[in-house]
């Protein structure tokens, strides 16, 4: 199974105070299965970042 983990999600991780169950749910997921996303019109500022990108406005 994989998972697209929202950015709420990533943030909390970096919280010092993190919710443990957030935490705990993190760690019991295979890092492979886990993915992200980010939805943006400035596709320029990821160029040479070796990001996988995809401009709907292009397509």
Do not use: C, H, I
């Not at 970096?14 to 443990?20: P, Y």
């Not at 705990?24 to 970042?49: C, H, I």
């Amino acid at each position: 199974m994989s998972y697209l983990v929202d950015t709420k999600v990533l943030s909390e991780l970096r919280n010092r105070k993190a919710d443990a169950k957030v935490v705990a749910w993190m760690q019991a997921r295979p890092r492979q299965s886990l993915y992200r996303t980010l939805v943006t019109r400035n596709t320029k500022d990821f160029e040479g970042l070796g990001v996988q990108g995809v401009n709907p406005w292009d397509a």
